[in-house]
């Protein structure tokens, strides 16, 4: 499942505006940090670096499971530590789940556990249905983590990770009252931030008979109103893109999750996403698994080796 291709095809890098700040040194001025022979001419186009403090990169991954197919989430892993983002968050579906057996999720949570420790920078949990497809399985997240929704503030962005399983088999999703008054809160607390990503499991406006309002998405929703922000999501193991209420909206893919992997064209491929946090917003670019290699993908003998 090596298959690490950058994809630079129409839909496959999503641009959210990258200009150079009015702000920006002229292109002749050497900042401070950088040491050159600069004249009036020189063999480059400017000395504007794109190493703004406020600017980060972190990396999304998306479902892993529902029909797993070993081997990807692990050269995932792999290929994300070749390119050293700063953290890495997770949409849900981290172990196959559906069952009431301890035994069984507990073998399954060890074995991802040990995959995901082999990543050399944070990674945030998201819970997914298969995650927590029932009741035992929700009490046992809450042992192993504590909390199955919460928020961080990187860099003056704000990351508020939902649970839409919360309780798990209420209708296609569900947040709870409790959830839906934390999250307006949070929101509240932190309404300065540059911007918000909103990170949950389930793709909630993609559910024609759902009851936004009844099932808790709507208050939370509502709360995001007036700021700038992005929300991430999984589940359909389809990638799209939407515009809602005037913000992007992402439903991703799969990072080893069941898939036709028939493409581009109807969103099934394996990838995760790079986002770029600027000053203008999030740029983000799909990385599909099959691009991304390591430094000994070709490696020579010296020919004058011994001469």
Not at 22 to 31: C, F, L, V
Not at 52 to 76: L, M
Not at 265 to 277: A, L, Y
Request: with cysteine; net charge positive; aromatic share 12%.
């Amino acid at each position: 499942m090596k298959r690490f291709c950058l994809a630079v095809s129409v839909g496959l890098i999503l641009v959210a505006a990258a200009t150079v700040s009015s702000t920006a040194p002229p292109a002749n001025k050497t900042p401070r940090h950088v040491s050159i022979d600069s004249g009036p001419r020189n063999p480059w186009t400017n000395l504007q670096f794109n190493d703004r403090r406020e600017n980060f990169q972190f990396v999304i991954v998306t479902d892993r499971t529902g029909g797993r197919r070993p081997g990807v989430f692990r050269n995932a892993v792999d290929q994300i530590n070749l390119l050293q983002p700063e953290f890495v968050v997770s949409v849900g579906d981290l172990i196959e789940g559906y069952t009431e057996d301890p035994g069984q999720w507990a073998l399954e949570w060890s074995e991802f556990e040990t995959t995901v420790d082999r990543l050399e920078m944070p990674f945030f949990f998201c819970a997914g249905n298969h995650d927590i497809s029932n009741l035992p399985m929700s009490r046992d997240w809450t042992r192993r983590f504590r909390r199955s929704y919460y928020h961080f503030v990187y860099h003056d962005c704000l990351f508020l990770v939902l649970n839409s399983e919360d309780p798990p088999k209420q209708g296609d999703f569900h947040f709870s009252q409790a959830q839906r008054d934390w999250a307006t809160e949070v929101l509240k607390k932190n309404r300065d931030v540059r911007w918000t990503f909103v990170v949950t499991h389930k793709p909630t406006w993609t559910y024609p008979n759902a009851d936004l309002a009844k099932q808790g998405w709507a208050q939370i929703e509502n709360a995001l109103a007036g700021r700038k922000y992005t929300v991430f999501t999984g589940h359909k193991h389809a990638y799209a893109r939407f515009i809602r209420r005037g913000q992007e909206y992402y439903m991703l893919a799969t990072t080893g999750g069941s898939s036709t992997l028939s493409g581009v064209p109807e969103g099934r491929f394996d990838h995760f996403v790079w986002v770029t946090m600027t000053e203008k917003g999030p740029v983000l670019a799909n990385l599909l698994l099959d691009g991304v290699k390591s430094k000994t993908l070709r490696t020579l003998a010296d020919p004058s080796a011994g001469k």
